[in-house]
């Protein structure tokens, strides 16, 4: 399948994907108070307030971030978000240019 008339490059679609768990100010808020309960929690919610960030999406819930785990275990847990959350976004761009994946040469 031939997308454009001239030759190169070209961008054919654009998608995105984000982890399911949304975090919102109030959220990280308390989650970082706890995360650091030696810190005034007027200090905490100042930092969240001044970040100018509204919505977070992270990979592992707020429980599993609270929780201790090795190295090993949270590159892993990120490896396997990045795998499914790179196929959603290629599949949905893939359909939005309603190509097959074998009209593809490069995916960025």
Do not use: K, W
Request: charged share 25%.
């Amino acid at each position: 399948m031939l997308l454009a008339s001239q030759p190169g490059a070209h961008l054919a679609s654009v998608a995105s994907a984000f982890p399911r768990t949304r975090v919102d100010r109030e959220a990280a808020t308390i989650a970082l108070t706890s995360l650091f309960p030696h810190e005034p929690a007027d200090f905490v919610a100042n930092l969240v307030e001044r970040c100018g960030v509204e919505t977070r999406y992270i990979v592992p819930s707020l429980s599993e971030v609270l929780e201790p785990s090795s190295f090993t275990a949270r590159n892993e847990r990120y490896r396997d978000a990045a795998t499914e959350l790179s196929l959603r976004a290629c599949r949905t761009a893939l359909e939005r240019a309603r190509l097959a994946a074998t009209d593809v040469d490069v995916i960025v």
